[in-house]
C-alpha cells in the first residue's frame, strides 16, 4: 500500500499521469482525489505557486517529504473528507425546540430513511473497524441499538446492549452518571462480556458525553478494553468528548 501510494505521489509529482481538467486542478491549487481499495484518499498540490513548480516537478526533498502516508490521508478522510459523509450530513434533519425550548434536535428518522446514507454510515464504521480485533460492539439506548448490531455482525462481534434501569431482565452491572440536574445510571447483564475482550462503544450522538463515560467505566469495570467510542452526530460546543479521559472518539458529523 505504501510503495503504490509512493508511485502515485510520484506520477502526480511530475505530471506524467495528470493531464486536461485534472492538471488544471493542481496548476490552480486544489488536489486530484485517487480511488483505492477500501480507502478514499486525495494528493494535494504542496508546491509553491511559481515558475515550473505548480506541476511539482522541481520539488525540493522537504516537500516531497509532506507527501502523507496512506494512514495519514485515511485518517483525514475518515474525519470529514469521505464523499459519503457530506450525504449522511445531508439527510439528517434538525428539529428546533424538541424535546424542549432552545434545543436543536438531531433527527437521525430520516437518516434511517434513506438506504444509501444508511448503508453509508455502516460502512464507514465498518472500514474503519473490520481489522480492529473487537470482540464487543456495546450499543447505548436507544438509538446506539440501531447502529451498533449491523456493525457488530459485518465485524464478526457480539452485540451488547447498555440499557437505563430496570430494562434489562437478568442480574446486571451499574453505573451512574451525573446530569445537569441529579444522576441517571446505564447498566449491563452480567456475564455479557468477559475480562480481556475489546469493545467498540456505539451510540447516535455525543453532547454531554455522560452516558459514553458512564458505559467505559461499566466495560473497565469487569476488565474490558474499549477500543473507542463512536458516534454518527458529535455536538463539539457541549464538550463531551472532555468526559471521555484518554478514550479516542470517532465521529462522521460535527
Known sequence: MSALTKTLALRVSRASSVTGKEQRYLTSGNSVRVKLPNVSVKLQR?????????????????????????????AHDQNGEDD??????SVIRVIRDFPKPGILFQDITTLLLNHKAFKDTIDLFVERYKDKDISVVAGIEARGFIFGPPIALAIGAKFVPIRKPKKLPGEVITEEYSLEYGTDKMEMHVGAVQEGEHALIVDDLIATGGTLSAAIRLLERVGVHVVECACVIELPELKGRDRLGDKPLFVLVS
Open 46 to 74: 504542496i508546491c509553491a505557486s511559481t515558475g515550473g513548480r505548480d506541476s511539482g516537478q522541481n520539488w525540493s526533498e522537504s516537500e516531497r517529504d509532506q507527501v502523507s502516508s496512506p494512514e495519514d490521508m485515511a
Open 84 to 89: 459519503r459523509i457530506a450525504g449522511i450530513s
